[in-house]
């Protein structure tokens, strides 16, 4: 069975401490990694998508990398106004485009 | 930027009771998406919509559920006769093609009573 599994369920940091966040996903032919943020009473915002191991992608302070069984979203020096809950998807080889799984979410808090 | 705008943003309604949430996808999108959040639970994929037909449904979109894209603008989700356990977050999604981002829209959430 497909399953993405993230951790942390939560994470604390003060503001310029520098952390991973993980993913950890076990699917028939990955497709697509996708990150996307969550801010309370919102929904997802896209942030990164991921096809291949070994590729990175960077945005800001975020960085998203990709290996054979997990990906990593490093946030380097947060600020307060990265405290959000961050989401892993994943699309399989045999779902149809736009069919993400979804795995529960990092909940980061930044403090100043 | 354009955005997906889905409304109402809270509807209260009763065991029963049938209900429609509306989106608007952004303009120049083909393909449609529900997605419902548990309160404390994974976003999970409900329906994909494309040329005015479903293209896939998970095993929660049963005959409880319909969507439609009754014009050229919205798309529409339908439960009908709701139960408690519909109570939860619905995001429409919307993307260009096969290959491109979901924009999700900031949710309407469902209250069954």
């Known amino acids: 069975e497909d399953q993405v599994t993230q951790s942390p369920e939560a994470l604390r940091l003060q503001e310029g401490e520098s952390s991973s966040l993980n993913c950890s996903y076990t699917?028939?032919?990955?497709?697509?990694l996708f990150w996307y943020r969550q801010d309370p009473g919102k929904g997802p915002e896209f942030l990164f998508t991921?096809?291949?191991a070994g590729e990175e992608k960077e945005k800001e302070r975020l960085k998203a990398t990709l290996t054979k069984k997990e990906s990593f979203l490093h946030i380097t020096a947060p600020k307060p106004e990265d405290s959000a809950t961050y989401l892993c998807?994943?699309?399989?080889?045999?779902?149809?485009?736009?069919?993400?799984?979804f795995g529960a979410g990092t909940q980061v808090v930044v403090t100043p | 930027e354009p955005e997906v705008t889905q409304t109402p943003s809270h509807q209260v309604t009763q065991m029963g009771q049938e209900v429609i949430l509306h989106c608007v996808p952004i303009?120049?999108?083909?393909?449609f998406y529900w997605y419902r959040q548990i309160l404390g639970q994974k976003v999970e994929f409900l329906v994909s919509?494309?040329?005015?037909?479903?293209?896939?449904k998970s095993e929660i979109f049963d005959d409880q559920f319909s969507v439609e894209r009754p014009d050229g603008s919205n798309f529409t989700l339908k439960i009908r006769s709701t139960k408690l356990e519909d109570s939860a977050m619905y995001f429409c999604?919307?993307?260009?093609?096969?290959?491109?981002?979901?924009?999700f829209g900031a949710g309407s959430r469902l209250t069954v009573l």
């Open positions: 919509f494309y040329n005015n037909e479903i293209s896939e």
């Open positions: 699917v028939s032919g990955l497709r697509g």
């Open positions: 999604a919307s993307s260009t093609g096969q290959g491109s981002v979901l924009t």
């Open positions: 991921l096809y291949s």
């Open positions: 998807a994943v699309q399989a080889g045999t779902d149809s485009w736009g069919k993400l799984q």
């Open positions: 303009s120049n999108h083909l393909y």
